[in-house]
């Protein structure tokens, strides 16, 4: 099932025409293409920050900020890493979301799932769909590392009288999606979150691979890994290594969208059940069960899993307060000292779930100077508060 533009049919704008009231801030992340647009000011993630009052409707309580796993990784009943005993050939990791979602449809849980397809003519661009059937399911495998609208399908929900619907997603859209859930009609919603960072438009990845791939045209995958390089597959299976340190960032700091310079919703804190990588060692999946309905998901498919224990070694604060001026200043080390730099860090850098506090400290510093330097007036009502215990640890530049 797919979707067009149903806002501009219902609200009858001319083709081609769409509202976005966060202007520059915004993801794409659909809602304006719905007739829920009339809530958007309460909804959108990027004109109304709520994300902790939301945490207090979904999961009954907020996350405490004295505990230090929570401050980072929201409210959570459970964390560990897991892998697909036999992966999904093709999927991102090993194809944990793609196995639960099918899973939830054959078992009769869900009547839809908001998953995201690519269009015909391009392996990365996005087209969201409500999958009726796991050979959906299974054809949305692998991340559209671009901003998508997942949320423009919400008004086929209506149409199909949808009572029953696992929406799978990255923050923002999750964000939005809550501040409506109960407008929806549903009995049951379900949602799977992944982590999301750095995500660009479908021209900014252009200039990403070409930047930084050997081969920008045969890229299928790739992950900013937990050894601190960049991993490409490439269609004949072969795997590009490229280190974080050697990024040309002088190049590269204006291709993020504007809507993930100013998110601090990483690790999808609205989300019942999370599956991503960054807090599971290297070739593990790292799974978050946020509340009640994220464990009765996951039970579904733990007979499949490999599951281990969540690990945490180093210290990550010297090298989060280095990156920051490094970054700021769009430092790129020649291709050798990066790789020796990458070699040196792989081995005594931060691991598990010190790793995944580097990356969220090493992001929310630099989305924090990027809100105070172009959306000052947003900055205290944006910035949510266990966004601001994490940013204080550091020394930012003045200006
Ligand atoms: P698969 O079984 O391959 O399924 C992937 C699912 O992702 C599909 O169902 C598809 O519908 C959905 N999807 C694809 N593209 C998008 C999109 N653009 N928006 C919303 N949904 C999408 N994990 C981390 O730990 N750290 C990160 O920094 C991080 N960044 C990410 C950035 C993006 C843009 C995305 C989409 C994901 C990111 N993840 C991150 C999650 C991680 O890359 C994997 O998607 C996750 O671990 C699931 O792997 P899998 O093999 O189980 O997924
Ligand atoms: Fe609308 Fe979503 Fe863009 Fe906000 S982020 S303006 S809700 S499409």
Redesign the pocket.
């Known amino acids: 099932m797919t979707t067009g533009n149903p806002h501009q049919k219902a609200k009858g704008l001319p083709k081609g025409t769409t509202r976005r009231p966060a202007k520059e801030l915004c993801s794409e992340c659909g809602l304006c293409d719905t007739p829920y647009i009339h809530y958007v000011k309460d909804a959108c993630a990027f004109l109304n920050q709520q994300i902790e009052q939301l945490e207090n409707n979904t999961h009954q309580r907020s996350r405490d900020l004295n505990s230090e796993n929570e401050l980072y990784f929201g409210v959570h009943q459970q964390m560990f890493s897991a892998k697909k005993q036999i992966p999904?050939e093709g999927?991102?990791?090993?194809?944990?979301?793609?196995?639960l979602?099918c899973k939830m449809l054959t078992q009769g849980y869900v009547e839809g799932v908001v998953?995201?397809q690519n269009t015909a003519e391009d392996r990365f661009s996005?087209k969201p769909i409500i999958a009726r059937t796991p050979e959906e399911?299974i054809a949305?495998?692998?991340?559209?590392?671009?901003?998508?609208p997942?949320l423009s399908i919400l008004e086929e929900i209506e149409r199909c009288g949808l009572k029953r619907l696992l929406v799978?997603?990255?923050g923002c859209?999750i964000q939005a999606l809550r501040a409506i859930e109960d407008k929806l009609g549903l009995d049951k919603l379900y949602v799977l979150g992944?982590?999301?960072?750095?995500?660009v438009t479908r021209a900014g990845l252009q200039k990403f691979l070409e930047t930084t791939s050997r081969s920008p045209s045969t890229v299928v995958h790739y992950?900013?890994m937990q050894d601190f390089r960049v991993h490409f597959k490439h269609e004949d299976g072969s795997i590009e290594k490229v280190p974080f340190f050697g990024l040309k960032t002088n190049q590269l700091k204006d291709i993020f969208a504007p809507s993930c310079l100013s998110c601090f919703d990483?690790v999808n804190g609205l989300a019942d059940l999370v599956?991503?990588?960054?807090?599971a060692p290297f070739g593990w999946?790292?799974i978050v069960v946020r509340n009640d309905t994220g464990a009765q998901m996951l039970d579904l498919i733990k007979d499949e899993l490999d599951i281990a224990p969540v690990i945490s070694k180093g210290n990550r604060k010297n090298a989060v307060q280095q990156s920051i001026p490094a970054y700021d200043k769009g430092v790129t080390l020649p291709m050798w000292a990066a790789q020796v730099m990458g070699l040196v860090i792989e081995r005594v850098g931060p691991q598990g779930l010190e790793y995944?506090k580097f990356?969220i400290d090493s992001h929310f510093t630099r989305n924090y100077l990027y809100v105070k330097r172009n959306h000052k007036e947003k900055l205290e009502q944006h910035v949510p508060d266990f966004a601001q215990k994490i940013v204080k640890q550091y020394q930012l530049p003045k200006a």
């Open positions: 999904i999927a991102q990791w090993t194809g944990i979301v793609t196995t979602a998953c995201v996005p399911v949305a495998r692998v991340n559209k590392p671009t901003l998508s997942n799978i997603g990255v859209q992944t982590p999301c960072v750095d995500n992950e900013f990483y599956v991503g990588y960054m807090g999946q790292w995944a990356s």
